[in-house]
């Protein structure tokens, strides 16, 4: 007889079968598919975003995906897409499915459910707060009069209570902006409008940066100007670099930073923050593309040339993969916005265009100034091998594509969507599994935190990992009181609170000390992690509980299968589940997945949707 109740355990899940490292894994999506909506505010393993390039991209803080926007085989919509990579579902979220919307602004500073921005694509700048709320500025798109042309326009979007707020620039297009006095911030400083402007950065006092583009507002031509948003003051500041289209910069000595030194007038790059708070960039296009590498210190004001040359280059491809080589570059190119930091604060780059569209990866590792190409090659518009979808085999590769963007999830896992390939616009979704020692034969002095965890519920558990080769001691403080020499420690914390941990690592060269926030909170819902419907009147269905429904305004909870088809829907507290599809169709013993959002009308955080995430066991 089956008597087994347990309460909630927090182990780590990830969509699709576990791929082994160095292995890419189509997940989602089909090549010429895309457009399937389904129902707003719904997730489901149907739907799929348009067909789309360089659209928008976010990662919240909880790992989920965000897009807006993009250009593709129609003008682009207002539609705001969210992709779980729990579940592997998208939900359309916000917006309007109409192709070449113009934008609905209300008005400035006011946050309204009606409010959204005009449809835009070609390299809209996007960035995510400190407090989770996705911005995005300018792009090629549709104003408020439904006028086609370049923007800059700042906004907005708080997915707590979903709604855009238009907080800056105009509400027309192709303006000339207010540069104002160099490195002063004014309310009335305003950058140009401008496209291609895929190199921006949240730094670590959560200004908002950006860097150069295409703009057509005084002429039409790249700029290499530099600004920074600050959202507490509601301010631009122009702090590097000219207010002329076509500059061509000066590089000074390669490896030297220099207060004159400034990249030249470019668009269509990559970029990164390291975890010194430096920003880069990499290549993108001019009167040519090009490949040098780029990093710019906030503290000192300065640009330093790290790489590359800046005229542009064929590069110089390696023999083989995984073999790092200082007289290594990647190829000019422009388009290379699929781009990925790691835990150690190094970077990742795919694909792009010179001639040719590439779908090569490449790791850049920033404290020996090495290039890896970790995975594909050069070939012209390589078609690439999808495999089976889910399915991680060594010879998946995506096809050689321009335009994609790039998450990270909170495993470390990179993720590719969409771009242009040689077959046009696409929708497929990719992961891939970075093999570390592929690229770290010695060590690594950023190592960093890296938190695997489900939930924020005590108990909570959590696998520590750091990302880093090499050291040879590691001194962890989890911030309760309590620690752990081990590598990689698994620390259960017990009472809420907000905990600093703290990762203190020795190796031959270097001594680092790095932290993490860690919020732990009591949390009202209790779920089950097994239930065994048999009949016999014990525990014969699955009932998440939480202690004071009086406290709750709003209550849903879906079950999904392992494939992500939905079983199971409620909306009251005290409903349970036996086990059954709708047909009455007894389900199969195996592991079955939840999501329940819940908004409380009383407490500190009443009005706001609090989600849970995990999966259970069913036993016959």
Known sequence: MKRIYLLFLILLFFSGLRAQEGMWTWMHGQ???????????????????????????????????????????????????????????????????????????????????????????????????????????????????????????????DPGTNTWTWMDGPNTVNDAGNYGQQGVASALNQPPSRCETCANWTDFNGNLWLFGGITSAMGTGPLNDLWKYNPLTNEWTWVKGTNRIGDPGHSGIRGIPDPLNVPSGRMAYAHWIDNNGNLWLFGGASNTTLNDLWKYDISTDSWTWMRGVVIGSAGI??????????????????????????????????????????????????????WTLLSGHYQSSDPGSFGNMTVPAPGNIPPARDGAVSFNDLNGN????????????????????????CYHP??????????????????????????????????????????????????????????????????????????????????????????TPDGNGLNDTWLPIINDPSMVDTYHCTVFNRWGVKLYECGQIRQSWDGRIQ??????????????????????????IHEYKGFFSLAR
């Open 31 to 157: 090549p010429l598919g895309g457009g399937v909506y389904g129902t707003q505010g719904v997730p489901s393993p149907f739907n799929d975003p348009d067909r789309v390039y360089e659209p928008c991209q976010w990662t919240d803080a909880q790992g989920n995906f965000w897009l807006f926007g993009g250009n593709g085989i129609n003008s682009p919509n207002t539609v705001l897409w969210k992709y779980d990579p729990f579940f592997n579902v998208w939900v359309w979220v916000n917006g309007s499915t109409t192709y070449g919307a113009a934008g609905v602004y209300g008005v400035k500073g006011i946050p309204s459910i009606s409010n959204y921005p005009g449809g835009r694509g070609v390299g809209t700048s996007s960035w995510t707060d400190q407090s989770g709320n996705l911005w995005l500025f300018g792009g090629e798109g549709y104003d408020v009069l439904g006028n086609l042309g370049m923007l800059s326009d700042l906004w907005k979007y």
């Open 317 to 370: 491809y390696p023999e083989a993969l995984c073999n790092p080589n200082p007289g290594i570059d990647p190829p000019a190119g422009a388009e290379n916005r699929s781009c990925w930091n790691d835990a150690c604060g190094n970077f990742y780059m795919f694909g792009g265009a010179g001639n040719v569209a590439y779908n090569a990866l490449w790791h850049y590792n920033a404290l020996s100034n090495v």
């Open 583 to 608: 047909t009455g169709e007894p389900c199969a013993s195996g592991t079955y997945y939840y999501q329940i959002s819940v908004v409380y009308k009383s407490g500190p955080d009443s009005g706001s």
């Open 442 to 531: 010695v060590s690594c002095a950023n190592t960093g935190i890296h938190l695997e965890k489900m939930n924020t519920c005590i108990p909570l558990q959590i696998q520590f990992a750091n990302q880093g080769h090499g050291s040879s001691t590691y001194t962890w403080d989890f911030g309760d009181g309590t620690g752990s020499a081990d590598s990689e420690p698994i620390h259960v914390y017990q009472t809420a609170g907000t905990y600093t941990a703290t990762l203190i690592t020795h190796s031959a060269t270097a001594t680092n000390t790095y932290t993490e926030l860690i919020p732990v909170n009591a949390c009202d819902l209790i779920v089950p992690n097994i239930f």
């Open 414 to 437: 990179l993720w590719l969507f969409g771009g242009m390939s040689l077959s046009g616009s696409s929708c497929d979704l990719w992961r891939f599994d970075p093999d570390t020692t």
